[in-house]
């Protein structure tokens, strides 16, 4: 990495900074470079990233065969409107991940965020069933601690105490919430719940395997299979959000395939471009995809937002996905759940610690009490990692490609920091 000189020693007041309150933050690191896992701040420090960029980076930062493909897009075509016209970039990025997700899932409507990619699929689920004449299927049943985004369609399906929205709660859709069918009691209340409301329904949506910001809580696959298999059971579209689990962060290369199911609409976002730009998708069954077929124009699906299929982000998913075909990602998972296991299994011995979790390449420690997000965050800082925890977790999810070495530094920063917390008790 060059060796800047700081350009920005303060932060402009003219930035509002996202879940933060304003009056009382701390002033935010500023930073001026990244490179394979490290950010560079303005003052010259290197933090070793352990979190992705909001579990994006997969391939680590500035990876040249992502910024090559970029660059060459750049110069040809940087952005074009997608309606009325249609780029290779595109056409190839579609065609790439028809052919990697499960199933029948081959028809991709590109958007630009996560959290539009999920208000794609509502509208998708909602507009098949309209397509079909039945009008009054159009609310969505999903999971406690579920996170979707913060629009206000995906706000009303996201877990109203933990989602961070419980403030709008008046202004927002009634949906209905469920608990996941972990065991026989829960399987039977989510039965139960699904045959009560069936004819109003539209979809189920789900986090597979990890619900992410409720709180990096997990679930195995045969929880996942039960929640698909009932859906089937009371025709009910299933949602797959795997905006964070999608690109090998669980282990495969999307989570639904560790349970073995195709959901019949699944979001992706994130990891898509690798972590460079911004750029969703929400792929869609042959069914759903069918029942938008017609001679009548207003059974079109009519969303497109401006720069969707941004023929630069689609350079840089196309690059992305070359990545995961040339170099072994999942096996670097595999290595890194292992590595993570084991060093954070001393946290389960401290009193101050809930939980420890691990799924693929991520490791999360739940502490038994709210902490001081502040003050810890720049303890992490103080010791150059980035660790960024929210509510009452603290959670690693590297880039990918982290050397052993590299997650050490992130995993003994975890311990300090847990261990000492312990101590305030
Ligand atoms: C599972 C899931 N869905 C949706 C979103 C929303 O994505 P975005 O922040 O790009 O709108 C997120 C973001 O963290 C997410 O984790």
């Known amino acids: 990495m060059s060796n800047k000189n700081s350009r920005f020693p303060t932060p402009s007041d003219a930035l509002w900074l996202p879940y933060t309150q304003m009056a009382t933050a701390p002033l935010p690191l500023v930073a001026v470079a990244t490179e394979g896992v490290r950010i560079r701040l303005a003052d010259g420090r290197d933090l070793i990233d352990g979190t992705s960029s909001w579990w994006t980076a997969c391939h680590g930062y500035n990876h040249p065969h992502i910024q090559q493909a970029v660059k060459q897009q750049l110069e040809i075509m940087p952005h074009v409107m997608f309606g009325g016209l249609i780029h290779e970039p595109a056409r190839q990025l579609a065609s790439r991940l028809a052919a990697l997700l499960p199933g029948d899932l081959n028809h991709v409507f590109f958007t630009d965020s996560g959290s539009v990619a999920v208000e794609v699929a509502l509208k998708m689920a909602r507009q098949y069933w309209m397509n079909q004449g039945q009008k009054n299927r159009s609310r969505i049943i999903y999971f406690r601690h579920g996170y979707h985004g913060d629009t206000f369609a995906t706000m009303a399906i996201c877990d109203p105490d933990e989602g961070m929205h419980a403030q709008f709660a008046g202004a927002m859709p009634k949906e209905i919430?469920?608990?996941?069918?972990?065991?026989?009691?829960?399987?039977?209340?989510?039965e139960a719940c699904l045959a009560q409301h069936a004819h109003e329904v539209a979809a189920v949506i789900i986090?597979?395997?990890?619900?992410?910001?409720?709180?990096?809580?997990?679930?195995?696959?045969?929880t996942l299979a039960r929640v698909a298999a009932s859906c089937q059971r009371h025709q009910i579209l299933l949602i797959a959000d795997e905006i964070m689990t999608g690109f090998g962060r669980t282990g495969h290369l999307f989570a639904c395939e560790e349970a073995k199911i195709t959901p019949d609409?699944?979001?992706?976002?994130?990891?898509?471009?690798?972590?460079?730009?911004?750029?969703?998708?929400?792929v869609a069954r042959e069914h759903i995809f069918t029942a938008f077929l017609s001679e009548?124009?207003?059974?079109?699906?009519?969303h497109g937002p401006t720069f969707m299929a941004n023929p630069l982000a689609c350079a840089a998913a196309n690059a992305s996905l070359d990545l995961f075909e040339q170099e072994p990602r999942l096996n670097q998972v595999a290595a890194l759940s292992k590595q993570l296991e084991q060093a954070l299994a001393?946290?389960?011995?401290?009193?101050?610690?809930?939980?420890?979790?691990?799924?693929?390449?991520?490791?999360?420690?739940?502490?038994?009490?709210?902490?001081?997000?502040?003050?810890?965050r720049s303890q992490f800082a103080a010791l150059g990692v980035w660790i960024r925890p929210f509510g009452q977790v603290i959670y690693l999810m590297p880039p990918l490609v982290i050397s052993a070495q590299d997650l050490t530094v992130l995993t003994e920063a975890v311990i300090q920091v847990v261990t000492a917390l312990d101590y305030a008790q």
């Open 207 to 222: 986090e597979p395997l990890v619900q992410g910001a409720g709180g990096m809580k997990m679930h195995d696959a045969a």
């Open 296 to 302: 009548e124009p207003q059974k079109a699906l009519m």
């Open 265 to 282: 609409i699944i979001c992706l976002s994130k990891a898509l471009t690798g972590g460079t730009l911004a750029l969703a998708a929400t």
């Open 177 to 190: 919430m469920a608990e996941l069918p972990v065991d026989e009691k829960s399987q039977a209340a989510f």
């Open 346 to 376: 001393p946290c389960r011995w401290l009193s101050s610690v809930k939980d420890v979790r691990i799924k693929g390449a991520i490791g999360a420690v739940e502490m038994s009490k709210p902490m001081n997000l502040n003050a810890v």
